[in-house]
């Protein structure tokens, strides 16, 4: 069964930071990938998204993330990190072609970043 | 325009009972997806709605079923609650063939 990794359950940074979250999946298959991030007390909401091209890809507020097909990876970097940034993010996987709604997710990395 | 909307917010429910939560989709789309996110954890995905059926179901028991109607708003039912169901449940909208799911603020159901 296909399945997300998220390694870090919860990272702590100092504004200014660099950061890098890191994201494994378990399919074989042609996936597309995303990153979602959750606001406090507000819904999740998409930060970035890739299906083919450029493994690098830009995403909202200054984020970007690495699809490196060889390691199942999708990790989401961001060079300089804001108070503003402090939420939780989830990676998800879709298998090509499958609906939009069949979303796999990973558990979740809390970001807190220090003023 | 809204977005995903999802009633109730917060909904207090004894083992045993049945529940219903309602979603209405983002303007535009037709495609209606529920997630089930307990404490710690990712998003699971229920089931999936579009044409007034169910396309697509993940890992969930009977208990679980739903409901599109002709205005494409949805409803997730849960039957004989137990207190492992009690979560946070996501409603996610989409367009047929578009390439980003919408979600909801969801419903936290909490079983007693």
């Known amino acids: 069964a296909q399945s997300v990794s998220q390694h870090n359950h919860h990272v702590i940074l100092s504004e200014a930071a660099s950061l890098e979250l890191g994201c494994n999946y378990s399919?074989?298959?042609?996936?597309?990938l995303f990153w979602y991030v959750q606001y406090p007390g507000q819904h999740l909401q998409l930060l970035l998204k890739?299906?083919?091209?450029?493994?690098l890809v830009k995403g909202i507020k200054g984020f970007e993330a690495e699809f490196i097909k060889s390691k199942f990876s999708f990790n989401l970097r961001k060079p300089s990190v804001q108070w503003s940034d402090t939420a939780e993010y989830f990676c998800a996987v879709r298998k090509y072609g499958g609906s939009q709604g069949n979303l796999i997710f990973g558990k979740g990395t809390k970001l807190s970043v220090k003023p | 325009d809204a977005g995903v909307t999802q009633s109730p917010t917060h909904l207090i429910k004894t083992r045993g009972q049945q529940v219903t939560l309602r979603c209405s989709p983002k303007s535009g789309h037709d495609t209606v997806s529920w997630y089930q996110q307990a404490l710690g954890q990712g998003p699971q995905f229920i089931f999936q709605?579009?044409?007034?059926?169910?396309?697509q179901r993940g890992n969930f028991p009977d208990r679980f079923s739903g409901h599109q109607f002709p205005n494409y708003s949805s409803e997730l039912n849960v039957n004989a609650l137990l207190l492992g169901d009690s979560a946070l449940y996501l409603c996610?909208?989409?367009?047929?063939?578009?390439?980003?799911?919408?979600f909801g603020q969801g419903t936290r159901l909490t079983v007693v």
């Open positions: 996610a909208s989409s367009e047929t063939w578009g390439t980003e799911a919408f």
């Open positions: 709605y579009y044409e007034e059926e169910e396309r």
């Open positions: 399919y074989g298959g042609t996936v597309n």
């Open positions: 890739y299906f083919s091209g450029d493994p």
